[in-house]
Structure formats: structure tokens, C-alpha cells
């Protein structure tokens, strides 16, 4: 079968207009037009259907070997597990609170694809991935005339985000219904969170609006309780807390930590279900995803185990003050090959790109990693380059994407991407490149 994107962009040079300014011609609710037009790539992102449904098998597995290691490798000694992975004790204290044992399945990975399969980069756990308004504009692009076409004729598909992460909502909040109808959901930030992200959180309001989820915005410290252990937001009960903090906020802020304890509470209480618990934050770490790829820990995984994680999970390990000397040397060698992240960090802040360094910046990243700890070496992935056509030139060129698949306790549910030229650097992220652009993904046949 012919490549959608080629086949797309070839329309596009044929003058084919209406295909090739169907982007521009969507009509997208006014949120998400706020937060994302601006950022939009003119072209959705398509993937083989197959190849991504044996991608999101995989990361179910993977996500089992995740939430299995402190167990599997300290005894179920989640302190050294902490320790291994760069968690410090403050931190780990906080994620443990609140937790059940068992964490949600819901995040999203991000992947590239290297033109014979999909890579895992780094697996984000927990409610506060972001991404799950992106659903809107597959429908918007459907609903352009010319844009249907195409997809009848290739047969193009999708799996709504925001669907799939509505039933999950509404499963959740059952227990804690008075009633009958559909929940009430808060979706909360950090004190001073909603300034920076007021505009992506009405976006996703917006989104699950259309699934007829009430979700309501706030920060944590405008949430009250209720005299019978109910959370309240504007004097209005809650069902459940969309967390859209993170365990980090909460030791940043001048309250501490304890301006999270009234969420832990009315969770126990059965009252108001937080969603998701911070223990997410134990398996989001990228030093948890080194560990699966360290050969002294393979032993600890069967055979169909080690072939998964070879399969997804590029060459990966953690460096910290008391890493071996001969993997630091490893890593200053291997420049040409190898990126170094933040454990918990996110969007490609405070990471180096080996490929992109001389070999005195690489040294210096090199000893920065080792200083800090916490820092993850992993293996260049070079990403398929895909053509896209602008529209206000005429002219194509070669993108890359990173391909952001949810996952939830019922497994796939849909994906994005973020895309920046091929030629315009590294990191694929729009908090670390200004360039980098947002789409919604279908896949063919």
C-alpha cells in the first residue's frame, strides 16, 4: 500500500489546495485554538496501525517489568529501589503517600520511529503527561472536506484520547458518585500552576466537554473539604482530582508537601478520588527504564522479558557520583552516540546532546551528570525523516516526530506527535525548542 505521507505531500505539489491547507481551514474549538494554532504542523502524522498496536502491547509489558522492579531487584525495598534510581529520601517519602501499592496505568510514552520499528525514549506515568486535547483536532481535520477524503481513500483511522481517558474518569470516580449521572472533576494545579498552563488546561477542558465530563480548574490550595470528608471547588463538590501536579511542586512550595494532605485524605476516605496518585513518579524516572537495559541485571528477567525490553528500550544507563569509572569512560567515548537526560526531568530541559557537542562541552556535560546524579545516558535513536509540504511556500522538507502513545488500565489509547524539522536540532520539545510543532496522528492500513 502506498505511504500516506508521500502520497499527501504529493497531492499537496500537484495543487491539490484543499489538502493542502486542511489544516488551516479545521475548525477547532476556541480553547484549542488558543493554546495550539499557532503550533500546529500543516499535515496530521500517520503510522502503520499495526506496528503501533504491537508498540502499545509492548509498553503494557513493559509498564508490568516497571512496577515489578523493587521487588524483582531490592527485595521489595522501595527505599533502595529509590535510591538506585536517583530519588532522594524527601521525595520518595512524598510519592509513597496517598499510594496504593499499585500504581495507575495511565501516561504516555514518548517513541521515535527509526524506519524498522518504534523506539522507546522515555515512559511519562501519571495524570500530569499533558496531551490528552490533542483528540480534537482529528476530529476538526475530518470534518474539512478534502481531508475525508484522503482518509476514505487510505482508510486512515484514530483512537480518540480524550474518549479513551473519559471512560477511564468515569470509572474511577464511580465509587465516589453520590449519585447517578456523570462526575464531577477537578483539574488541579500546584499553588501558581494555572498561570503558565491556564491556557492548555482550559484546552483539555474544552476536550473532555465533548465527552460530557465536567472538569473544573483550580490550584490546590483553593480546594476546601467538605464537613463529611468531600472535596470542594468553588463551594462545588468533587468526584475525583485530575492531578495536574507533580510530587516536585509540592516540595517547592512555602506550605510543603502537607498542602497535598487533604487530596490523600478524602482519597482514603473514598470521598474524592485523586487521580493518579503520586507513586506514579516511582517508575516515571528514566533511571527505572536503565535498569531494564543493564546487563548485570538481566538474570532477573526471563527470556521473553529481555527480548521486550531489547526490542522497545535503546541502550541506557544511569550515571551518578558512584558510577563505575569505566562506564563514565564509556560515556565520554561514545559522544557521537549518546544523549544525556535528567532522570526526572522533562520537555529536553538541562539535557546534552552528545552529536551536538565538542568534545570539551561533552566532557564537561559528561562530569555535570556524574556531579548531579540522577542523569541518564541513553543511545542516539535516529527518527524516520518525513516529508511535509508548506503550504505558504510550496516547498518540503524533511520533518521528525516524537510520537506520544497513551496508555490506560484498558490499554491503547491514541496518539499525538510533536515534530520539528530534521534539521532543526535534537530535541524534539516544546519547552526546550520554540519550533517545535504539535499534531494529531492517524494510521493506516
Not at 499535515?43 to 508498540?55: I, M
Not at 496504593?100 to 520511529?113: E, N, Q
Not at 569505566?326 to 546532546?353: Q, S, W
Amino acid at each position: 500500500m502506498a505511504d500516506p505521507s508521500r502520497t499527501y505531500v504529493d497531492e499537496c505539489l500537484g495543487g491539490n489546495r484543499g489538502l493542502a491547507e486542511a489544516v488551516a481551514r479545521a475548525e477547532l474549538p476556541p480553547a484549542f485554538e488558543e493554546a495550539w494554532r499557532a503550533h500546529l504542523l500543516p499535515r496530521p502524522w500517520f503510522v502503520r496501525a499495526s506496528e503501533t498496536a504491537a508498540f502499545a502491547r509492548d509498553l503494557e509489558g513493559l509498564f508490568e517489568l516497571l512496577v515489578s522492579l523493587p521487588l524483582r531487584l531490592f527485595d521489595g525495598d522501595l527505599d533502595r529501589y529509590a535510591a538506585e534510581v536517583g530519588i532522594d529520601p524527601p521525595l520518595a517519602a512524598l510519592l509513597r503517600r496517598g499510594g496504593s501499592g499499585v500504581p495507575a496505568r495511565f501516561g504516555r510514552a514518548d517513541a521515535y520511529h527509526d524506519g524498522t520499528a518504534f523506539k522507546l525514549l522515555e515512559f511519562n506515568l501519571g495524570s500530569e503527561v499533558g496531551g490528552l486535547d490533542m483528540a480534537v483536532f482529528n476530529r476538526g481535520l475530518l470534518r474539512v472536506p478534502a481531508f475525508a477524503a484522503f482518509a476514505r481513500e487510505h482508510r486512515l483511522d484514530h483512537v480518540d484520547i480524550a474518549a479513551r481517558t473519559a471512560a477511564v474518569l468515569r470509572d474511577r470516580a464511580a465509587p465516589a458518585l453520590a449519585g447517578g449521572g456523570e462526575p464531577v472533576v477537578g483539574l488541579i494545579e500546584g499553588r501558581g500552576g494555572v498561570g503558565p498552563y491556564g491556557r492548555l488546561m482550559r484546552a483539555t477542558v474544552e476536550a473532555m466537554a465533548e465527552q460530557d465530563i465536567d472538569l473544573r480548574i483550580g490550584e490546590i490550595d483553593q480546594v476546601r473539604t467538605r464537613a463529611d470528608g468531600k472535596l470542594t471547588l468553588d463551594g462545588t463538590p468533587l468526584d475525583l482530582v485530575l492531578r495536574n501536579f507533580a510530587a516536585s511542586q509540592l516540595l517547592d512550595d512555602p506550605a510543603g508537601p502537607d498542602v497535598a494532605e487533604p487530596f490523600f485524605r478524602a482519597h482514603r476516605a473514598g470521598r474524592t478520588v485523586l487521580f493518579t496518585s503520586l507513586e506514579s513518579g516511582f517508575y516515571a524516572n528514566k533511571s527505572a527504564l536503565a535498569l531494564l537495559t543493564d546487563p548485570r541485571r538481566r538474570d532477573a528477567f526471563d527470556a521473553g522479558e529481555r527480548a521486550l525490553v531489547d526490542r522497545v528500550l535503546p541502550w541506557s544507563r544511569t550515571l551518578h557520583a558512584t558510577a563505575p569509572a569505566e562506564l563514565v569512560d564509556l560515556c565520554r567515548e561514545r559522544r557521537d552516540r549518546l544523549i544525556l537526560k535528567p532522570g526526572a526531568g522533562y520537555g529536553g530541559l538541562d539535557t546534552f546532546v552528545g552529536w551536538e557537542c565538542t568534545d570539551a562541552e561533552w566532557d564537561k556535560a559528561v562530569r555535570v551528570a556524574v556531579e548531579r546524579g540522577g542523569y541518564v545516558a541513553q543511545e542516539r535513536v535516529v527518527p524516520r525523516p518525513e516529508p511535509v509540504y508548506d503550504p505558504a511556500t510550496g516547498d518540503v522538507h524533511d520533518w521528525i516526530a516524537a510520537l506520544g502513545v497513551f496508555l490506560t488500565d484498558e490499554g491503547y489509547a491514541g496518539t499525538h506527535a510533536r515534530a520539528n524539522r530534521a534539521d532543526g536540532g535534537a530535541i524534539v520539545g516544546m519547552s526546550s525548542n520554540p519550533d517545535t510543532r504539535m499534531v494529531g496522528v492517524f494510521s493506516h492500513p
